[in-house]
């Protein structure tokens, strides 16, 4: 086995939330868990840090990960990137052990707009806010919602601002912007 008090760190990408997942009744999540965190606490020296990246399927099962990790001994908590993208959303559970000194959690990313990005809330994660789109059967799906950053149109000023960045990025490829942007194409399907 390993020593205890050996590593100054730790780093996981993308596999806490499989041990969420149970196949059989038999299988306990929970327990899963508490023998991870007892273990790497046993394993990282004072002062050390442990990261994990992960991908929790909602608010429920974040904090359960992260109660279990409390109850190991680690403090700390999660911190989420980019929390209103849809693509770039990362959550991190950065755990601490006890050291001499008062440890505090890493600072978000921000958003390019120059907004903080928060530390994991768990009411606002999990509503829909009642807004739902409906299929082509008329019934309302849940799965795909609406959204004031990503409206389902996207009109001129949506294709403008969209190129301003890429300019700001240094991309040489994007076009001019004319009288003609954002217009819809003509129908040339009878050629």
Not at 115 to 133: E, I
Not at 150 to 164: A, D, L, N
Not at 168 to 176: A, C, F, Q
Request: charged fraction near 25%; charge should be positive; proline fraction near 3%.
């Amino acid at each position: 086995g390993i020593r205890p008090g050996v590593y100054d760190g730790a780093v996981s990408i993308s596999a806490l939330q499989w041990l969420c997942n149970a196949e059989t009744s038999r299988q306990n999540p929970k327990e899963r868990l508490k023998n991870l965190f007892d273990s790497l606490y046993r394993c990282l020296g004072k002062g050390a840090r442990a990261v994990f990246q992960m991908y929790p399927e909602n608010a429920v099962q974040a904090e359960m990960i992260t109660v279990t990790a409390m109850k190991s001994g680690f403090t700390g908590g999660i911190v989420v990137d980019y929390p209103h993208s849809a693509k770039a959303k990362k959550h991190y559970l950065v755990l601490l052990t006890a050291s001499s000194g008062i440890a505090s959690l890493p600072q978000a990313l921000e958003q390019e707009s120059g907004q903080h990005v928060k530390v994991y809330d768990r009411a606002t994660s999990s509503q829909h806010n009642g807004k739902f789109r409906r299929g082509k059967n008329g019934k309302r799906n849940s799965a795909v919602s609406f959204s004031k950053r990503h409206p389902q149109s996207k009109g001129r000023e949506w294709i403008i601002k969209k190129k301003e960045l890429r300019r700001k990025r240094g991309y040489l490829d994007v076009s001019d912007d004319t009288k003609y942007t954002g217009r819809k194409r003509k129908n040339l399907s009878r050629f």
